[in-house]
């Protein structure tokens, strides 16, 4: 199978919002996602852009998967990219195509100077698990996600 990574262009949005939706249903979350289409859009490429993507294209012109990250900074390491999905669409798994959006990602982060990838995987995710293994990267079971949702500010403003 064909494919290119690129980063992507504000008409790839919409493409890459359904295979967010689409990978909220495979993480058994299909109502997690309430981020909007327009949000979404305007985050990423509005005035001030929050979020860059890498997006693999068929050869016919299918956004099949991607790539979203951004830049943040770790009090330990400096500067660091943080990846927050990584998708490839169904059917077009075991391509190549996850690996590459990862090498894309390490290229912008070795043109950056960036110190550190980082990104998340449920524990159950064992087609990932096995790649990031397979690829040798490393995989850190220590840490605990902490998270503080908007509809928890209030309440945990009263503390």
């Known amino acids: 199978m064909k494919f290119q990574i690129r980063i992507s262009k504000i008409e790839d949005v919409e493409a890459c919002y359904k295979?967010?939706?689409d990978l909220a249903v495979y993480e058994n979350a299909p109502n997690a996602v309430t981020n909007s289409l327009e949000q979404f859009t305007k985050d990423g490429f509005g005035e001030n852009p929050l979020y860059k993507m890498y997006v693999a294209e068929s050869?016919?012109?299918e956004i099949v998967g991607?790539?979203?990250?951004?830049?943040?900074?770790?009090?330990?390491?400096?500067?660091?990219?943080?990846?927050?999905d990584l998708v490839v669409k169904a059917g077009?798994?075991?391509f190549g195509i996850g690996t590459e959006l990862l090498k894309s990602l390490v290229?912008?982060?070795k043109a950056n100077d960036v110190n550190i990838v980082k990104w998340q995987v449920l524990d159950w995710n064992t087609p990932a698990i096995s790649l990031y293994k397979k690829l040798g990267l490393t995989i850190n079971s220590e840490w605990i996600d902490?998270?503080?949702?908007?509809?928890?500010?209030?309440?945990?403003?009263k503390q």
């Open 19 to 21: 295979l967010i939706k």
């Open 59 to 61: 050869e016919k012109g």
């Open 66 to 84: 991607l790539a979203l990250f951004f830049i943040c900074y770790s009090t330990w390491k400096g500067k660091m990219v943080y990846l927050d």
């Open 92 to 94: 077009f798994r075991r």
């Open 107 to 109: 290229e912008y982060a």
């Open 146 to 157: 902490c998270k503080l949702y908007k509809y928890q500010f209030d309440e945990f403003m």
